[in-house]
């Protein structure tokens, strides 16, 4: 079946303007998180849907960074008043449960100039 | 805190020769690892996981892992290395402080398999 996809796969921008990401989860998963990974580094969580329970915002950066998800479906991860640091592929994973394996998609590059 | 650590940024190997690729853990309870492998300019693909049974886990690739509770490890490794397995892995062990799920990944290996 289909996999996790997001859009768009790049994205340059200027600081100081805004952004929007967009992830599509596997049919039927709960179960959404974005990751963020630095040019040589690791993956950070950002942020965790699950359901309609109410999101787990502890690994948003700053209040600059929002998410949202309707229901099971679609999210988007919106970041305001870009920064250079904010340059990153952003990483979208969802799974059945939070208890289950997490698949993920592509990933949005971001640039900030 | 829990964390994982890869020790080596990158690990260099030659056609055909078994490889292995470093992963150690620290957590608080039961701990469920993952390896996941990142191709040039593509997202994270799942290789396999360990969340209770047998310590000796097969997962995609011919890729297999062995856990280790007491040297609290968790390597990656393959009998016969192909140039395709060049790529970035990373292992990732489940945060078990919520009920989030949320992975905490160690800071990747490069594997480069030369010809």
């Known amino acids: 079946g289909a996999g996790v996809s997001q859009s768009p796969s790049n994205k340059v921008t200027e600081k100081g303007k805004d952004v929007e990401l967009r992830c599509d989860p596997i049919s039927g998963h709960t179960a959404l998180y974005w990751y963020r990974q630095r040019l040589g580094q690791g993956l950070e969580f950002l942020i965790y849907?699950?359901?309609?329970?109410?999101?787990?915002k502890s690994g948003l950066p700053s209040d600059r960074f929002s998410a949202e998800r309707t229901g099971e479906s679609v999210s988007t991860l919106t970041i305001q008043r870009t920064q250079q640091e904010d340059s990153a592929v952003y990483l979208c994973?969802?799974?059945?449960?939070?208890?289950?394996?997490?698949?993920f998609g592509p990933g949005t590059r971001l640039l900030v100039l | 805190a829990q964390s994982v650590a890869q020790p080596e940024d990158q690990v260099n190997v030659a056609e055909g020769n078994p490889l292995t690729v470093k992963c150690t853990y620290s957590v608080s309870g039961n701990p469920y690892l993952f390896w996941y492998v990142q191709y040039p300019n593509r997202g994270l693909q799942f290789l396999l996981k360990?969340?209770?049974?047998?310590?000796l886990v097969k997962g995609s690739y011919g890729f297999e892992a062995e856990f280790n509770k007491s040297q609290t490890s968790f390597h990656l490794k393959k009998p016969s290395a192909l140039v395709s397995d060049s790529a970035l892995y990373f292992c990732a062990v489940r945060d078990l402080s919520g009920n989030t799920g949320k992975l905490i990944f160690g800071q990747g290996t490069t594997l480069q398999v030369k010809p």
């Open positions: 849907f699950q359901g309609n329970s109410a999101p787990d």
């Open positions: 994973a969802s799974s059945l449960t939070a208890k289950e394996t997490q698949y």
């Open positions: 360990y969340i209770t049974g047998d310590n």
